[in-house]
């Protein structure tokens, strides 16, 4: 049986009401060697302090709940590593969820609804959603955060959101994808493909946009757009799915001299580049591309967007839009956790061109 209270009082030699004020964390506090009696007692009976006393003595949890889509996907294991790291110095525990694997009869969002719901049950500090907003938010969800604000609770988001009172941490998505597609045509790039993500996300829509915008300040134009999950077996799919769209034949050599027999057909002479909404995508793509017979970036060339860090684990090394991930976590964190600090705050970050859209070397620049 766990130990209780009134037991650590016992052994102590104190009230109820001062060792639950020295192990609750009240602000009212007994002299000091009073407090280390009862530390003391405590320590030695085993006793596991009441998490909902402490918050009703503090008027605070020490939690934070961070909602993201997809746990195991780099981008969203490396902000979450930001927002434990800055939790973990105001002395907060970060409790997560994610909303990628729902029970199959619910409808949409219901998956973060209950994760926002348990995290409000849990009298949370603060809530961070770290998955894509969707075009039209679940006005439950707006309801539940609004009702969580009004009561004190501090709720951050990642990207742009009409939940009142909610902190805005907004990611340059569709400038820095205007900035690759740009980079890679001032490089000699012509024949583009995009790879979209889900058409239901902003930030995919977004990252269209930025490649759409920065091909038509060239006088150019997608031949296809893709739609598929920020997964690598969506980016896999959608690629098979663009090789026949376009009819793309990869090389076939001639068994005698070992030369190609027949090229990639590009109208302009240069690989087609597949512009892909984020890494993961991309990993996925690059992997079809081999499988049907194509070299990268020989036949085509491949181009991502966040820079997640398993990228040094593949070849050819990703083109790519790096953006701060852990920092942005961070950011995000001292958003929720800092109340002085004033929103939106803008993440920026920088074009990376490597092997897989012809660079031999890594080069980079805003």
Known sequence: MPVKLTEVAREAGVSLATASRVLNGSARTPAEDIAKRVRAAAEELGYVANAQAQALAKSTTGLVGLVVHDIADPYFSTFAHGVQKVASLSHHQVLLAGTDLPSEDAPPGDAELAAVRAFISYRT?????????????????????????NSGGRVVVLGATKIAGAS????????????????????????F????????????????????EGLQAASLVPLATVHGPFTSRGGYDATVDLIHRLGLLAPTPNTTTGADTSRFPSPSGSPLCILVANDVMALGAMTAL???????????????FDDIPTLRDHSPALT???LPLEQMGQRAAELALEPQLRSPVTITGEVVLRESAGFTAPTTGK
């Open 290 to 304: 081999r499988t049907h017979g194509f070299r990268i970036p020989d036949d085509v060339q491949v181009a991502g």
């Open 125 to 149: 500090d603060a809530i961070i959603l770290a998955a894509s907003r969707v075009t039209d938010e679940d006005p439950r969800l707006a309801a539940a955060l609004e009702r969580y604000i």
């Open 320 to 322: 790519t839009y790096r």
């Open 168 to 191: 805005s941490l907004m990611v340059a998505n569709k400038a820095g994808a205007m900035a690759l597609a740009t980079a890679l045509i001032e490089h000699g790039t012509t024949h």
């Open 193 to 212: 493909a995009i790879l979209a993500g889900p058409a239901e996300r902003n930030t995919a829509r977004a990252r269209v946009d930025g490649f759409v």
